[in-house]
């Protein structure tokens, strides 16, 4: 059984930066999706970033330019480096994850078969 579990969420300043992790196990690449979620208080739940077995990446229009994901293949972790961090970056993010059939695009706002327990990030003004 999949499972992923986050760490390196915490609490910044304005302006500061943030490296999350997320280790998988029991996932086996050969065509694969993973991809970032956050949910600040009040809101949905909203795709971050993603991205598949080929390196191809998706990111929302809010954190482009900020933010990027990115997979070690050999330790079987997903990253997600965040730069110049804003207070509306606030709230909880998860890690998420699923195969995908050949021909398939992997989108951060699409759905996710896996999911970890989620690691919070405050950014402070």
């Known amino acids: 059984q999949v499972q992923l579990v986050e760490s390196g969420g915490g609490s910044v300043q304005a302006g500061g930066s943030l490296r999350l992790s997320c280790v998988a196990s029991?996932?086996?690449?050969?065509?694969?999706?993973m991809g970032w979620l956050r949910q600040a208080p009040g809101k949905e739940r909203e795709g971050v970033a993603a991205?598949?077995?080929?390196?191809?990446?998706s990111y929302a229009d809010s954190v482009k330019g900020r933010f990027t994901i990115s997979n070690d293949n050999a330790k079987n972790t997903l990253y997600l480096e965040m730069t110049d961090l804003k207070p509306e970056d606030t709230g909880m993010y998860y890690c998420?994850?699923?195969?995908?059939?050949?021909?398939?695009?992997?989108?951060?706002?699409?759905?996710?078969?896996?999911w970890g327990q989620g690691t919070q990030v405050t950014v402070s003004s």
């Open positions: 998420a994850a699923k195969n995908i059939p050949p021909g398939r695009a992997c989108d951060y706002g699409g759905s996710w078969f896996y």
């Open positions: 029991g996932f086996t690449y050969g065509r694969y999706c």
């Open positions: 991205i598949d077995d080929e390196g191809t990446t």
